[in-house]
């Protein structure tokens, strides 16, 4: 069957360590991988997206990675600070005319 | 800044009610979808429309109806408000003609509670 799976649920942090979240897939495709973030009570915020052939991606403190053997994508928040707390999805986009598929997101908490 | 908006933010309503939430992107989009989300729980897909005319149901089953007349609005319709349709409701938008990938803004959610 297909899944998508964000592994942890929560990740609390120290300010200033590098936070890694992790997204792994099964039986899909996608021809991209996207992240969001999401405040409490307020939609989704789109953050980097990644091509299939693209290896890593960059901006600001944020990194991706996405592996199609693995099936994984790794979200990085070098110099993590409080105010990144939220919790961030990744979604899988097939391409063409099919929805994107969220994952259940994980909860990021950094303490100062 | 995506330019989507969600109106009611807020709705308190009677069951038996039948209630409409409006959405609306000034981006031009042809793609628009309806989540609903209950307090940090995942995101469902309910409704999404690749156009006007056009519209899908999405992996929740749910009791609300769509239309997509115009490109710009994309209305929800719940004809019988009951309790278990209390929840927050997004609207997303995507760019997928200029990009062809699916990167799609949301608006800012509508809180619905049925009493």
């Known amino acids: ?112 | 800044e995506a330019d989507i908006y969600q109106t009611p933010r807020y709705l308190v309503i009677g069951t038996g009610k039948k209630i409409t939430l409006e959405c609306s992107q000034t981006m031009g989009h042809d793609k628009m979808y309806w989540y609903q989300q209950d307090p940090g729980m995942e995101l469902h897909l309910i409704h999404y429309s690749y156009g006007v005319n056009s519209t899908e149901k999405g992996d929740l089953s749910s009791e609300s109806t769509v239309s997509r007349i115009r490109t710009e609005h994309f209305p929800l319709t719940l004809e019988s408000a009951r309790p278990s349709h209390t929840s927050q409701y997004l609207c997303a938008s995507s760019e997928y003609g200029a990009t062809y990938t699916d990167t799609q803004y949301f608006g800012p959610g509508t809180r619905l509670t049925v009493l």
């Not at chain 1, 120290?14 to 996207?34: I, M, R």
């Not at chain 1, 999805?89 to 097939?94: H, P």
């Open chain 1, 1 to 112: 069957s297909q899944k998508i799976e964000q592994n942890s649920e929560a990740l609390n942090i120290q300010e200033g360590k590098t936070a890694t979240l992790t997204c792994n897939y099964t039986n899909y495709s996608p021809a991209y991988l996207q992240w969001y973030r999401q405040d409490p009570g307020r939609g989704p915020v789109f953050l980097l997206l990644i091509r299939e052939n693209e290896k890593e991606k960059r901006k600001e403190r944020l990194k991706v990675t996405f592996d199609t053997t693995l099936k994984q994508s790794l979200f990085h928040i070098t110099a993590s600070q409080p105010a990144d707390s939220a919790t961030y999805l990744c979604a899988l986009d097939m391409g063409g005319n099919t929805p994107l598929v969220f994952g259940k997101g994980t909860r990021l908490s950094v303490i100062a």
